[in-house]
């Protein structure tokens, strides 16, 4: 009887095991949510390039350019695992306010982007959306920040680990996808099933600009101590922005003093950026 359970009690661990191996891909990204893009810009009153942006490897993502007047810098925005660019109008609209243009773009598989998402496929999209800034339209790395949120940051941090950008800002960001997989699936050994790694501590280590990491102590879904051990592998300056809230709702642009630092901290560091915006004028 005893050992009926056990050996039954084995096979479910071993099926959630390979389940969890076989079917990573599902767990990490979710394009299918939100694949419409239901705004653009120019409904928020903004002025925006519609563009298409090819990859070395015959992909085209679906991104805006949306400039700002008398633009202090370009945000190269990389969003989260879910939804689409245009599920980041507030975000768009806030980095406008405070004189900045976006380059926001989908990944492969996301939204209108063409492809499936994978590990090195949205390495090769962010590196191509850092090529179209500085090759095409010739916009200095110094007058670059990069953004990444969730997912996206580890995205920013390797780009910033290869290039030399203004600013690095990552927002609710994993250390990595072992350490997150750990925490969220403790009882299965996460560390030898994962395939992706996503390894943002390792590449924060290595880039050398000033650095803002923002993350809510009530994150529920990449816990608070993600966040504490980026900004620890930084190299100064930094900053950190304690934020409110749970992963979905504690958004940077959700409180005007919490932009106010964001606004403080690209002024100090973006090439051609001088003083400091509030975003509640």
């Known amino acids: 009887m005893l050992s009926s359970l056990l050996t039954?009690?084995?096979?479910?661990?071993?099926?959630?095991?390979?389940?969890?191996?076989?079917?990573?891909?599902?767990?990490?990204?979710?394009?299918?949510?939100?694949?419409?893009?239901?705004?653009?810009?120019?409904?928020?009153?903004?002025?925006?390039?519609?563009?298409?942006?090819?990859?070395?490897?015959?992909?085209?993502?679906?991104?805006?350019?949306?400039?700002?007047?008398?633009?202090?810098?370009?945000?190269?925005?990389?969003?989260?695992?879910?939804?689409?660019?245009?599920?980041?109008?507030?975000?768009?609209?806030?980095?406008?306010?405070?004189?900045?243009?976006?380059?926001?773009?989908?990944?492969?598989?996301?939204?209108?982007?063409?492809?499936?998402?994978?590990?090195?496929?949205?390495?090769?999209d962010a590196q191509t959306a850092w090529d179209h800034l500085t090759r095409q339209r010739g916009i200095p790395p110094g007058r670059i920040v990069i953004f990444g949120e969730s997912l996206g940051g580890a995205m920013a941090a390797w780009l910033a680990a290869r290039e030399r950008p203004g600013a690095l800002v990552l927002s609710s960001v994993l250390i990595s996808a072992p350490e997150l997989a750990a925490d969220l699936y403790p009882w299965l050994p996460t560390r030898w099933l994962l395939r992706m790694r996503y390894d943002t501590r390792a590449a924060l280590a290595e880039a050398r600009c000033p650095v803002l990491v923002a993350h809510s102590p009530n994150d529920e879904i990449i816990p608070f101590r993600h966040g504490q051990t980026l900004f620890e592998a930084a190299a100064e300056p930094k900053v950190f922005l304690p934020l409110a809230g749970g992963h979905n709702d504690g958004f940077i642009f959700m409180r005007a003093e919490w932009v106010n630092v964001l606004a403080g901290f690209l002024n100090r560091h973006i090439e051609g950026g001088n003083g400091h915006e509030r975003a509640d004028e």
Do not use: C
Not at 77 to 86: D, M, Q, T, Y
Not at 104 to 119: A, L
């Open 8 to 124: 039954t009690l084995a096979l479910a661990y071993g099926g959630l095991a390979a389940l969890l191996f076989l079917f990573q891909d599902s767990l990490a990204y979710y394009p299918q949510i939100g694949r419409e893009i239901y705004a653009t810009p120019r409904e928020h009153g903004l002025d925006y390039e519609p563009l298409s942006l090819a990859t070395p490897d015959g992909e085209r993502l679906d991104a805006w350019l949306v400039p700002a007047p008398r633009s202090r810098g370009v945000v190269l925005f990389l969003h989260g695992n879910a939804g689409n660019l245009s599920h980041r109008m507030d975000s768009i609209v806030m980095f406008h306010r405070l004189g900045y243009s976006v380059l926001i773009f989908d990944y492969r598989g996301y939204g209108r982007s063409t492809g499936k998402p994978s590990e090195a496929g949205l390495y090769r």
